[in-house]
């Protein structure tokens, strides 16, 4: 079997765990990659020895085990050190996706990649879907998710803000700014179509 393979991406906070979750609901495979990463990231795992060998990160390292808050707040504030953690990680990410991919007797897939756009490590992909959301949505409700001020949550979306970049190389761009209920209806119309 080689399913149809769709990627779901989009900026932080558009909303991409919800369209995902409304697939799962329908009946349709999503491939989760940040939960592929956190069982890759877990002690012994493939990414925590990826991560543990190189010396630029030892500081996120305390007794011997990886401190995520401190590994994150470090790639953060720098992009250089960001650049090498996905050089590392990426590519066992992708991996463990597509050993997914071939479990699967559907004849699609859906792949949630939050960072697409930003992966060096292309994965192989037969559409793009592209959730976007207003400013101020996103703004609001990644300062719910995250219990963050308004100034960090802004400077948190413009680290990763490509969003023209993101539009232009789409192939399906859902607005998600209203409520899940507006979300589900678009997804209706979309599988209707057939254009998943």
Known sequence: ???SRLVITGLIASGKSTFADILRKK???VIDA?????SLIQEGGKNYLAIKREKDFS???SEGKLDKKKLGQMIFENPQKMRKL???THKNIIEEIEKEIEKTDKTRVFVEIPLFFQMEEKFQTDKVILV???RDVQIQRLMARDGISKDFAKTKIES???LKNMIDNSDIIIDNSGNEKDLNKKINNILDRGNF
């Open 160 to 162: 990763q803000d490509m």
């Open 59 to 61: 500081s996120a390292f």
């Open 34 to 38: 940040d939960a592929i990463n956190k």
């Open 1 to 3: 079997m080689n399913p």
């Open 27 to 29: 009946g349709e495979v």
């Open 86 to 88: 996905n050089a590392i």
């Open 132 to 134: 976007t959301c207003d």
